[in-house]
Each structure stands twice: as structure tokens, then as C-alpha cells.
């Protein structure tokens, strides 16, 4: 008998969407007042992918997706849901999750975004894991992407280093062992709105948004830097505990990606070695509700998290919102 409780879905196929154009350090360097130095010691980012101008965020959504199908050899006549968690879409409407249904042919998929920052993709497996619960759904797409760096202010050198475009694809299934989601928590808190946030395309933009319309992204970071250790540690210990688990039977630390510093605090307080944590921010910085896909998805191909290991994942972003989970790969 395999420790813990037992899931109620299961990932059954991964897949990333990643751009081509890598920004690294060096190159911020010469457009910013920061350097590689500053850059590597308070985030651990040294380079970033960055989308080109004339390219959607769904190109790369489907990208992830029919990858993520084809490792999980479903057709995507077969998906009852495709659930898409961005702040970034193509549109302001329709949701960039229909261009999704469209491309694949999910013709009998419902299609619906989720607007839930950093904490995004979670938040889309929450309503996935939920659905599957419920016996309303069999197979569901679900997916974390963003293309932040079409909203930074390239002129502001505390935020414009932190973030980088990709999207990551899971497809969920009914478990039928003791693989799958064990445990799943999200939550949100809308007090600290101020400390996170981007004005420029809503209707709040009416009354403060910038002069041109642009729609940037505001954070004060070390204010959030604060609330993100104590929440995900929170987060942690949460999933861990609903998941009839001990820190101390979790194989792998994924979480999100937004800091190494952030991250080695949070594995620190469950008492996780740094060697029990998958790291690579250093290779795509802050990529949002894509953090946590495409880190499970390099662990997974860089043969770390191997089958029938636990992993916990637990992520933090504006809101505040939150959200952890515990795996059996
Ligand atoms: O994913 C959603 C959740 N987001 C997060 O979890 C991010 C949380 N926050 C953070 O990761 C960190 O707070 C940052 C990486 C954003 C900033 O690190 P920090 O250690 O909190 O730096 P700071 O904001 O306190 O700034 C320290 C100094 C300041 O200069 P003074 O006032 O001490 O002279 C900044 O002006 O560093 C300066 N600074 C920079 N210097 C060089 C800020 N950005 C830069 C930069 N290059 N890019």
C-alpha cells in the first residue's frame, strides 16, 4: 500500500510551448541600468524567452497542447474541457482557450479562461480536478501560458528583468491507482491588490490607467517577495497534510518559478534539501501560470521526477492568490 491518500485525476501527457528568442542578462544590461551581477543575486535569472512581435499566445498554447496530447494518446475529439489559464491572451475576447479548440479540432471540448496570475494554472487544475470529481468531465486540456514581457515597462529595470513568455499543457484523466493529484488547495486574498497589479486595457484604466493606454505591470516586490514566503509555506504544509502525507515523503519541491530565493526559503521552512528542488528559472525567469507546467515537464524529461515519486508544487502571484498540490507521478 503506496503512503497517502488516493487521487481523484491523473496527468497523462505534458507539453511546452516555449519562444525561440532568448534575452539574456547581458543583453538587459544594455537597456536598463542593471547588471548580470544584480540580476543573477536577487532573482537567479540569467536569461529569458521572449515572443516576437506578430505572435499570439495561443500559437503557443497549442504548441504545449498537442504535445501534451500526443504523450497522453488522446484525440482531441475525446476532450470534454480545455481550460486555459492566462492574464495574457491573444484578445480581450474571445478567450484564447477557443483559438486552442479550434486549432487541435477539441470540437467536443468546452473552452474557458482563467484569470488567476501567477497562481493561474492551479487555479485551471483546481476546476479540472473538480470537474473529473464530479463525473462531468473524462479528459480535460488544461493550460498555463503568458507573454508578460508584452506588458512590462521595458524603462522599469525593477520589473522588466523578471519575466519571461512560454506556455505548458497537462491532460487530465480519471485516476485509476494511486497515481495523480492527491491534494490540490487554492485561495486568494484581494486586500493587497495594490502591491501587484496592471492597469491599461480595463475599465479601471478609466479613472487611473497610463496616459497611452499601455497596459504595464506594477509590482512593489519586496512587499510580495514578504507575503509569497509565508504563503506558500502556508500552502505547503496545507497539501502535504490533505494529502495524509509528511514533508519528509515528498521527493520533489516544483514550485513556481518567480525567485531562487523565494523558493530556497520555502524549502528551508519544509525542511526540503535543496537537492529535492527543481530550479529553472535561471533559464526562463518569471513565466507566470507557465512556471509550474514547464518545470514539471523539464523534471519529467531530464529524468528527475521519475514515476511513482511525489512531487509538491505550490505557487503565489497577484491578488494575492495562492494555490499547492501534491503528485504521484
Ligand atoms: O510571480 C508573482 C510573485 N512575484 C514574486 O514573487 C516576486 C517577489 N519579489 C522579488 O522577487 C524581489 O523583491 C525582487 C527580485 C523583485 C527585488 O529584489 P529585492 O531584493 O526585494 O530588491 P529591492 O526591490 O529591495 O531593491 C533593492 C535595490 C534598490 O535600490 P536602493 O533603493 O537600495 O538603492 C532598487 O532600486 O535594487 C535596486 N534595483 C535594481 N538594481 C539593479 C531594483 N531592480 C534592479 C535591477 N538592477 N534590475
Redesign the pocket.
Known amino acids: 500500500m503506496s503512503k497517502g491518500v488516493m487521487p481523484v485525476s491523473r496527468i497523462i501527457g505534458l507539453g511546452v510551448g516555449i519562444p525561440e528568442t532568448v534575452l539574456s542578462n547581458a543583453d538587459l544590461e544594455k537597456m536598463?541600468?542593471?547588471?548580470d551581477e544584480?540580476?543573477t543575486s536577487?532573482?537567479g535569472i540569467k536569461e529569458r524567452r521572449i515572443m516576437k512581435k506578430g505572435e499570439r499566445t495561443s500559437d503557443y498554447c497549442i504548441k504545449a497542447a498537442r504535445e501534451a496530447l500526443a504523450e497522453a494518446n488522446v484525440d482531441p475529439l475525446e476532450l470534454d474541457a480545455i481550460i486555459l489559464a492566462t492574464i495574457s491572451g491573444d484578445m480581450r475576447f474571445p478567450a484564447t482557450s477557443v483559438f486552442v479548440q479550434e486549432a487541435i479540432g477539441a470540437k467536443n471540448a468546452a473552452a474557458w479562461d482563467v484569470s488567476a496570475?501567477?497562481s493561474g494554472f492551479l487555479f485551471a487544475l483546481y476546476n479540472a480536478d473538480t470537474l473529473i470529481q464530479a463525473g462531468r468531465a473524462k479528459k480535460i486540456l488544461v493550460i498555463g501560458s503568458e507573454m508578460l514581457t508584452s506588458m512590462v515597462n521595458w524603462d522599469d529595470?525593477?520589473t522588466c528583468?523578471?519575466f519571461g513568455d512560454a506556455a505548458g499543457a497537462v491532460v487530465l484523466t480519471k485516476a485509476e491507482d494511486d497515481r495523480g493529484i492527491l491534494s490540490i488547495a487554492i485561495g486568494s486574498n484581494g486586500s493587497y491588490v495594490d502591491l501587484?497589479y496592471s492597469i491599461g486595457i480595463g475599465t479601471a484604466s478609466r479613472t487611473g490607467g497610463t496616459e497611452n493606454g499601455e497596459a504595464f505591470l506594477f509590482?512593489n516586490?519586496?512587499e510580495?517577495?514578504r507575503h509569497?514566503v509565508r504563503m506558500l509555506e502556508r500552502t505547503a504544509v496545507e497539501v502535504v497534510h490533505k494529502a495524509g502525507l509528511q514533508p519528509s515523503d515528498i521527493d520533489w519541491l516544483i514550485p513556481?518559478q518567480?525567485?531562487t530565493r523565494?523558493i530556497k526559503a520555502t524549502a528551508e521552512r519544509m525542511g526540503l534539501p535543496m537537492e529535492q528542488v527543481f530550479l529553472n528559472i535561471h533559464k526562463y525567469g518569471?513565466t507566470?501560470s507557465a512556471s509550474v507546467p514547464l518545470a514539471m515537464y523539464e523534471a519529467r524529461k531530464e529524468g528527475k521526477l521519475k514515476d511513482g515519486q511525489l512531487m509538491l508544487s505550490v505557487v503565489?502571484?497577484?491578488g494575492f492568490t495562492w494555490g499547492g498540490m501534491v503528485v504521484r507521478f
Open positions: 536598463v541600468d542593471t547588471s544584480w540580476i536577487r532573482t496570475t501567477c529595470r525593477a528583468v523578471l501587484l509590482m516586490g519586496n510580495v517577495f509569497a513556481h518567480a525567485n523565494i518569471n507566470s503565489f502571484g497577484g
